[in-house]
T-cell receptor, first 112, second 112 residues
Framework: DGGITQSPKYLFRKEGQNVTLSCEQN?????MYWYRQDPGQGLRLIYY???????QKGDIAEGYSVSREKKESFPLTVTSAQKNPTAFYLC???????????FGPGTRLTVL | EDQVTQSPEALRLQEGESSSLNCSYT??????LFWYRQDPGKGPEFLFT???AGEEKEKERLKATLTKKESFLHITAPKPEDSATYLC?????????????FGGGTRVLVKP
């Protein structure tokens, strides 16, 4: 079955630690995205990548980093510089520019 | 700056009681308006894309319409399984990275 997988589903982090969230897709999509969702707020774009080995900052990139070494994978690292990392993180992909974005199941990150 | 406002924030319906959700938007050149459904703790599920004023799309009990300033999601004779948060998002014609700007969502609860 084609789709987007995210792991882990739940993640707990101590203050000062970096953590990496996994996102994999087998849809052969070129573009991939990371969004953050907070209660009562709309999804906000963190980073996006339109092609392998290239990525761009979104609206709230501070404290986050990404890589795009393979077409199928777009991991997100939440660094200790992110002041309020507790949130629901969503990965999405689309076939190309302007196409519909399809979302993964999400990772809930909690900072202890 | 692109903006999306959804109303109401929450909607309680009796099974079979039809209603409409509103998505008002301002965008510098609309490429597309997207509707998603999100169940608690899960990623958004794509429903519809609308591209131009006057366009309508239907799927089971859901019908989405678009004007130059807003979109409506009509739920006809809803069932309890239609309970979810419905998200609206716009994509500007010149959006860097095909960015989606999301509204805060409408939480719909359908009681049997």
């Amino acid at each position: 079955d084609g789709g987007i997988t995210q792991s882990p589903k739940y993640l707990f982090r101590k203050e000062g630690q970096n953590v990496t969230l996994s996102c994999e897709q087998n849809l052969n999509h070129d573009a991939m995205y990371w969004y953050r969702q907070d209660p009562g707020q709309g999804l906000r774009l963190i980073y996006y990548s339109q092609i392998v080995n290239d990525f761009q900052k979104g609206d709230i990139a501070e404290g986050y980093s990404v890589s795009r070494e393979k077409k199928e994978s777009f991991p997100l690292t939440v660094t200790s510089a992110q002041k309020n990392p507790t949130a629901f993180y969503l990965c999405a992909s689309s076939p190309g520019q302007g196409d519909t974005q399809y979302f993964g199941p999400g990772t809930r990150l909690t900072v202890l | 700056e692109d903006q999306v406002t959804q109303s109401p924030e929450a909607l309680r319906l009796q099974e079979g009681e039809s209603s409409s959700l509103n998505c008002s938007y301002t965008v510098s050149g609309l490429r597309g308006l997207f509707w998603y459904r999100q169940d608690p703790g899960k990623g958004p599920e794509f429903l519809f894309t609308l591209y131009s004023a006057g366009e309508e799309k239907e799927k089971e009990r859901l019908k989405a319409t678009l004007t130059k300033k807003e979109s409506f999601l009509h739920i006809t004779a809803p069932k309890p399984e239609d309970s979810a948060t419905y998200l609206c998002a716009v994509q500007a014609a010149r959006a860097a990275g095909n960015k989606l700007t999301f509204g805060g969502g409408t939480r719909v609860l359908v009681k049997p």
